[in-house]
Nanobody
C-alpha cells in the first residue's frame, strides 16, 4: 500500500485542521495506520494509531483529548482531526501503514515499531 498525507497548513493557536492519509494499492482496513510528526530539531514522534478493528486507538499524551483519529473505508482514508492547536504542534505530519503483527498492540505501532512505509508528509504550522 502507498500512503500520502494532505490537509496541512497555517492556523492560529486554538484553531483546527483535518489531516488526511489516503491509501492506494490496497485497503487500509487490512493495516494499522499511524500518524507521526517531526518538529525541527526533534525526533519523529508517534502521536496516534488506529487498528484494523478501530478499537484501542492510541494517542500520545501530548495530543490526547485534542486530536481524534478515524478511518473511512469507503474513501480508503485515515483522518486526524486536530483541535485546540498549539504552537508546539508545529511539525511535519506523516502517516504510515503496516499489516499488523500479532505480537504488537496498536499502541506499539506508535511507540516501538520501526515503520518504513511513509508518506511524503504535510506541514502544519500553528502561529501564536
Amino acid at each position: 500500500v502507498q500512503v500520502a498525507e494532505s490537509g496541512g497548513g497555517l492556523v492560529q493557536t486554538g484553531g483546527s485542521l483535518r489531516l488526511s492519509c489516503v491509501a492506494s494499492g490496497d485497503s487500509l482496513d487490512h493495516y494499522v495506520t499511524a500518524w507521526f510528526r517531526q518538529a525541527p530539531g526533534k525526533e519523529r514522534e508517534g502521536i496516534s494509531c488506529i487498528g484494523r478493528m478501530r478499537r484501542n486507538n492510541y494517542y500520545a499524551k501530548s495530543v490526547k483529548g485534542r486530536f481524534t483519529i478515524s478511518r473511512d473505508d469507503a474513501k480508503n482514508t485515515v483522518y486526524l482531526d486536530m483541535n485546540g492547536l498549539k504552537p508546539e504542534d508545529t511539525a511535519i505530519y506523516y502517516c504510515a501503514a503496516v499489516r499488523p503483527i500479532n505480537v504488537y498492540a496498536v499502541e506499539d505501532y506508535c511507540r516501538e515499531y520501526n515503520h518504513t512505509n511513509w508518506g511524503p508528509g504535510t506541514q502544519v504550522t500553528v502561529s501564536s
